[in-house]
């Protein structure tokens, strides 16, 4: 079984995809953002392509544990993407996933242009590889 996950922002979403055995988070792409319609389509190819079985969304939580303007974002996407796809959906805390993959990006010196081509998918990466290390075996 695979599983997909995605981080949604307003002008990305960062996708990645774990391997068959369900252990490691690969990194898929960045699909950017037009319409939902459109966007949920290419998240429903990959699906399909992928056979994917379950899907796992960073959910934007703010630090004090509620939900923002982001977040709301976020759960109308998804709730979109669960009238077309019939497998299960579900939320992952994503707070400062985005930031913890953009300052290492910093860090290996990575120049802006390249960060903003890779972040949202190493984003998803994270939040794939956290959902994969904190399941029950």
Same mark, same amino acid.
């Given at each position: #079984?695979? =599983?997909?996950?995605?981080?949604?922002? /307003?002008?990305?979403?960062? @996708?990645? @995809? +774990?391997?068959?055995?369900?252990?490691?988070?690969?990194?898929? *792409?960045?699909? /950017?953002? +037009?319409? &939902?319609?459109?966007?949920?389509?290419? =998240?429903?190819?990959?699906?399909?392509?992928?056979?994917?079985?379950?899907?796992?969304?960073?959910? &934007?939580?703010? #630090?004090?544990?509620?939900?923002? =303007?982001?977040?709301?974002?976020?759960?109308?996407?998804?709730?979109? !993407?669960? $009238?077309?796809?019939?497998? &299960?959906?579900?939320?992952? /805390?994503?707070?400062?996933? $985005? *930031?913890?993959?953009?300052?290492? !990006? =910093?860090?290996?010196? #990575? +120049?802006?242009?390249?960060?903003? *081509?890779?972040?949202?998918? !190493?984003?998803?990466?994270?939040?794939?590889?956290?959902?994969?290390?904190?399941?029950?075996?």
């Amino acid at each position: #079984m695979r =599983i997909l996950a995605l981080d949604v922002g /307003d002008k990305r979403i960062g @996708v990645a @995809v +774990s391997d068959e055995l369900e252990i490691a988070a690969h990194g898929l *792409k960045t699909i /950017d953002r +037009s319409d &939902p319609a459109r966007d949920i389509r290419h =998240i429903i190819g990959i699906v399909k392509e992928y056979e994917v079985e379950e899907i796992i969304v960073g959910m &934007p939580v703010m #630090m004090d544990g509620s939900m923002g =303007i982001q977040g709301e974002k976020v759960s109308q996407f998804v709730e979109g !993407l669960r $009238t077309e796809v019939k497998i &299960p959906i579900r939320f992952m /805390d994503e707070r400062l996933s $985005t *930031k913890m993959v953009e300052k290492a !990006l =910093i860090e290996a010196d #990575m +120049s802006r242009s390249k960060r903003k *081509k890779v972040i949202d998918k !190493l984003a998803a990466v994270v939040i794939l590889q956290d959902y994969l290390a904190g399941r029950p075996k």
